[in-house]
Structures are given as C-alpha cells and as structure tokens.
C-alpha cells in the first residue's frame, strides 16, 4: 500500500517536470525562431529573398567568386554590418554585392582596355584604373547610403526623444511610449525603433534589444542614450528623469553642431571667393586703368590699338 503511493507519488513528479521543463523549452526555441525570422526579415536573406522577377537575381554565380577571391577573409559579414548600417535596402544581400563587385571590375576593366587601346601602356592603365573602379565602385555607393542613414538618425534623435519623454511622462509606459514614437514618426530611427519593440514583443529583453539598435548604428548620441537607459532599468532609476536629462543633452548638442556647422561656411566660401569672385573684381575695377595706361605709353596703334 505504501509502495503503490510512493510510486504514484514519483509518477506525478515526473509528469510535472516533464510539463514544466518541456514548454520552456519549445518558447525558449519559439523565441529562437521569431528572432531568426526578425532577422531574416530585415537583413533580406530568408528565402523569399530572391524573386523571379528581381533583375539581380541573374547575376552570374562567378562573378561572387571572383570578388570573393580578391577580398580578404570574411568580407561577407563586414558586407553585412555595412548593409545594417545603412538600413539593407531591398533586394541587397553580402552575395548580390559580391557579384556586382566581380562583373563592375571585368566591365570596366574592359572598356578601360578599348580606351587604350592603340597604346600598349594606355592600354595597361586603362585596364587597372577601370578594374579598380569597378571592384570598389560598389563599396563606395554602401558607405555613402550609410553615412547619409547615420546623418538622419542624428538629426531627428532630439524630436524623438522629446516625444518618447512627453510620453513617459504622460503616464505611458517605455515601451509603449517606444511604439507610439515608431508610429508616429518617420525616417531609419522609427524603423530601428519598430524592430527593437518586435523583438521585445517576442521575448527578448529590453537591454538586449536596444543594444541590438545600437550595433546596427553608428550615432554616439543613440548610443549614450541607448547606454542612460541600460544602467537606469538595471538601477532602478526613474527613467523619465532619464529621459528628460537625455532629450536636453541631445537638443544642447544639435545646437552645437549647427554653430560648428556655421563657423566652417567663412573657410568653405574662401575658395570661390578667390578663384572666382576676385579675379573678375580686379577685372572690373583695373582694367579701365590699364587699358589708359597702355594707351598712353604704346600710343592708339600700340599693344591694346
């Protein structure tokens, strides 16, 4: 009697963790799951990637590996972090870049050689010029989209702050507060803002998703922000006061830029002011006199006759 109470006893213990270890996991692997789609989603490498009627879709597979061969080791993840930075536009993937890398360099490299080629070291020049232009054409186009990306999130981070502040204090909570600015709003920022929010939606914490914003930007202002809000939620600290303290900094720095971007117009107006504006100057207000003075000393028939 009991032994069958001691074994039934054991039994429903197994049943229970077995319940309660089993749909941990399965979320814990939901979670995974989400997150890999997340990523997939906005990285553009899941397998609704490719598209039948995406003209990049035919690029040929030889020209990835020709890039591939002239770029040093893992060039597919310091492609991908460029593409994170300037937000993975449509239809872009590390591989697709590659391609475009290897057939701009034959291309080029080719009319290069037409150019020159009645003249065998005009044709050598023009082979490596064109080759070179064509292989590093493609990164130069990425680094500028992500630098203009990083120059919007800098420039509407104080308005976003000012909103997320007067949300907080209106009584929402951060995160909400956090999805009401993505709504409202627009540009990169509110989209980094609606990733972080999806992946706090779905399991991932707070911290770890504003870190996520972070290492997809290049904005010393996002990541001091990013930074307050870590160490305020792991303190305890209020994080309206935070919040107000941030937005202020934010503004008194968007200020200082617009003076330092001032302060440089004199120097950038110095170089059309002397080579342009100056010469015709001296032109207008000279130029009668010598033209007397040449009169004068050659006579009606002389130089300027």
Known sequence: MFLGGALVAIGLAIAMLVVTVFPARSTRRGVGV???????????????AERASDPLAALPGWSRGLALRLS?????????????????????????????????????ALLGTLYGLHNFGLLILGAALGGTMGFFLPDVLLYNAAKKRQAR??????????????????????????????????????????????EIQIGKTRSAALRG??????????????????????????????????????????????????????????????FCLLPALFVSAIGAGVITIAHTFFGTHGLFG
């Open 34 to 48: 989400a997150l890999a789609a997340i990523e997939q989603r906005y990285s553009r490498r899941g397998p609704g």
């Open 72 to 108: 040093p080791s893992g060039i597919a993840s310091t492609l991908q972090r460029r593409l994170d930075l300037a937000g993975n536009p449509g239809r872009w993937t590390p591989d697709r870049i590659l391609a475009v890398k290897g057939l701009g360099m034959l291309v080029l």
């Open 153 to 198: 999130i800098q420039a509407t981070l104080p308005d976003a702050l000012d909103m997320l502040t007067i949300c907080v204090e209106a009584g929402l909570g951060f995160d909400a507060a956090l999805g009401r600015v993505a709504r409202n709003t627009k540009g990169p920022l509110a989209a980094e803002f609606a990733r972080a929010l999806q």
């Open 213 to 274: 914003v972070v290492d997809r930007t290049t904005v010393p202002e996002l990541r001091a922000f990013v930074s307050a809000i870590v160490q305020a939620s792991e303190l305890g600290i209020a994080v309206a006061r935070v919040l107000r303290e941030q937005a202020k900094e934010m503004r008194l720095r968007r200020r200082q830029r617009a003076e330092e971007k001032a302060q440089k117009v004199p120097v950038k107006l110095m170089v059309p002011l002397i």
